[in-house]
C-alpha cells in the first residue's frame, strides 16, 4: 500500500447502536482494509433524516486529515433506483447514497459505484452500507485508483436546507437540528447575517418569546433561555444547564427571528 493511501475511514449513519448494522459495517471494512481506522462521527441521526446527516457532515469533515474516507449511511430510498456514488473532494473521499447527504460539498468529483470489485457477494435489497458502501469505502482507504469505482456522475442530488429570508426588519429563519444536550442549532449563520445587520444590535425571537442574545451558557442564570452564536457560527437556543427541546417545546423547522 502507497504511504500516502487514506487509511482512516469516518462513519456517521443513522443506525443507532442496539443493533448489529453498526458492527457489520466494520467487519466488513476491517477484512477488506485490515489497517483502517475507524472513527465513529455519530450514530444517533434520527431515522431517515437526509438533512441531518447532511448538516452534522457538514460541521465536521474539514477537521479531518486529507484522505479520509467518510462513510454516510442515511439511506430512506436504499433499493431503489437512487445512486450509489463516492466523492472526492477537497482531498478527501465520501462514500454514500446520492440523496442529498453529500450535497454541500464544492468542487467534487463524483462517481457512481457500478464497478463489481467493489459490492460484497449477495448484495441485498435493504443493507448497502454493508454489501456496497462498506466494500467501495473499503478499496479507497487501501489505496484503489478513484476512477475504477465506477463511471462518472453528474451533479450530486442538493442538500435541501430551509431558506433564510432578509427583511427590512430582520431575519427570518428556523431551527435545523438538536445536539445531545438539546440545544437547537438555527439555519441563521453569523456571517450571512452581519451582511446586512450587525448581529448584537438584533433581538432574538421566538414566538412569542424574547431571548437574550449572549455569548455563552453562564451569561444568564441557572434554567433561564438564551440565544448565542455556537461553535459552527449559527445561531443557537439553549436552557443554561437545561434541555431547551423538551422546556421549550421546541420543534425541527420551528420559526425563529433576529429582529431589529
Not at 431515522?47 to 465536521?60: H, M, R
Not at 445561531?235 to 437545561?242: D, F, M, S, Y
Request: net charge negative.
Amino acid at each position: 500500500m502507497d504511504a500516502a493511501s487514506p487509511t482512516l475511514i469516518a462513519l456517521l449513519t443513522d443506525f443507532g447502536m442496539r443493533d448489529w448494522y453498526v458492527g457489520a459495517m466494520k467487519g466488513v471494512l476491517l477484512r477488506n482494509c485490515p489497517q483502517a481506522q475507524l472513527v465513529d462521527i455519530t450514530h444517533s441521526i434520527s431515522p431517515g433524516d437526509i438533512e441531518a446527516g447532511a448538516f452534522v457532515l457538514s460541521q465536521c469533515w474539514r477537521e479531518f486529515p486529507p484522505g479520509t474516507v467518510f462513510l454516510a449511511v442515511v439511506d430512506p430510498g436504499v433499493g431503489t433506483p437512487r445512486k450509489a456514488v463516492a466523492v472526492r473532494a477537497n482531498g478527501h473521499f465520501f462514500v454514500g447514497p446520492d440523496n442529498g447527504l453529500f450535497g454541500f460539498l464544492e468542487n467534487y468529483e463524483a462517481r457512481e459505484i457500478t464497478g463489481t470489485d467493489f459490492h460484497r457477494t449477495g448484495t441485498s435489497h435493504t443493507f448497502h452500507g454493508r454489501d456496497i458502501f462498506a466494500p467501495a469505502a473499503a478499496r479507497l482507504a487501501s489505496g484503489a485508483d478513484f476512477a475504477s469505482i465506477g463511471t462518472d456522475s453528474d451533479n450530486l442530488v442538493s442538500t435541501v436546507w430551509p431558506q433564510v429570508e432578509f427583511m427590512r426588519e430582520g431575519v427570518h429563519g428556523c431551527i435545523i437540528a438538536f445536539d445531545h444536550f438539546g440545544n437547537a442549532i438555527t439555519n441563521l449563520r453569523r456571517e450571512d447575517v452581519a451582511v446586512h445587520f450587525s448581529p448584537e444590535s438584533l433581538h432574538v425571537s421566538l414566538h412569542p418569546d424574547r431571548l437574550p442574545l449572549v455569548k455563552t451558557f453562564g451569561d444568564v442564570s441557572p434554567g433561564a433561555p438564551l440565544a448565542y452564536f455556537g461553535s459552527g457560527g449559527f445561531l443557537e437556543i439553549a436552557i443554561n444547564g437545561g434541555n431547551a427541546r423538551d422546556v421549550l417545546g421546541l420543534k425541527k423547522h420551528q420559526t425563529v427571528e433576529m429582529l431589529t
